[in-house]
């Protein structure tokens, strides 16, 4: 059973600040890491996806995935109010393009 | 390009009767995959479709079901309702075809059991 640990927050930190979002997975053969964004009462939207080692960037945001210690991470720098949502990472499930998800992690950007 | 629609929006029903919830994906997607999420459990799998052929199954009692039709529309049912089942069914397409390949949600289709 694949399963995918996230702290759940909420993680909370000053406008302008880097936000450090953290996963653990359970499947060494998991091949791909998404991290979704999700606001209060919308569907969850990607911002990134990994499936090599080291770090991945897209604008103000990181990926790292670490494949030996089974950890994906998610940083955002120069964090904005808006940033403010549910932060989830999910895993590729077996063959196909189906996710496993993490319960997610509550982040709050205070200005 | 039009993106995930699902049908409808919003249900409710009463413990023991059935349900059929439906996805249409983006034009070109063939993966539909399906996911309830609820506070305490989050987003859970529930099944993957790709060209009409169930790929992969998540752990849900077989009262959960669905199915693909030939233009990669989808539809699940849920039967024999029980007050656990009230969630947001989300669906999510892609192309199918990579493990990379991005999933994109619809709306969701908000059920209450009564």
């Known amino acids: 059973q694949k399963e995918v640990e996230q702290n759940s927050g909420p993680l909370s930190v000053p406008e302008g600040a880097i936000a450090s979002l953290n996963c653990t997975y359970s499947?060494?053969?998991?091949?791909?890491f998404f991290w979704y964004r999700q606001y209060s009462g919308k569907s969850p939207e990607l911002i990134m996806f990994?499936?090599?080692?080291g770090d991945k960037e897209d604008g103000r945001f990181t990926a790292q995935l670490n494949k030996a210690s089974q950890y994906v991470s998610l940083l955002i720098r120069d964090s904005q109010p808006s940033d403010s949502a549910t932060y989830l990472c999910?895993?590729?499930?077996?063959?196909?393009?189906?996710?496993?998800f993490g319960k997610g992690t509550t982040l709050s950007v205070s200005s | 390009k039009a993106g995930v629609t699902q049908t409808p929006r919003y249900l409710i029903k009463t413990r023991g009767q059935q349900v059929t919830l439906s996805c249409s994906p983006i034009?070109?997607?063939?993966?539909v995959s399906w996911y309830q999420q609820t506070p305490g459990q989050g987003l859970q799998f529930l099944f993957e479709?790709?060209?009409?052929?169930?790929?992969n199954k998540g752990n849900f009692p077989g009262r959960f079901s669905g199915r693909q039709f030939s233009n990669s529309r989808s539809e699940m049912n849920v039967s024999t309702l029980e007050l656990g089942d009230s969630a947001l069914y989300l669906c999510?397409?892609?192309?199918?075809?990579?493990?990379?390949?991005?999933?994109?949600f619809g709306p969701g289709t908000r059920l209450t059991v009564l």
């Open positions: 479709y790709f060209s009409e052929t169930q790929r």
């Open positions: 499947d060494r053969g998991s091949q791909s």
């Open positions: 999910a895993v590729n499930y077996q063959a196909g393009t189906a996710l496993i």
């Open positions: 990994i499936y090599s080692n």
């Open positions: 034009s070109g997607h063939r993966s």
């Open positions: 999510a397409s892609s192309t199918g075809t990579f493990f990379t390949d991005t999933q994109y």
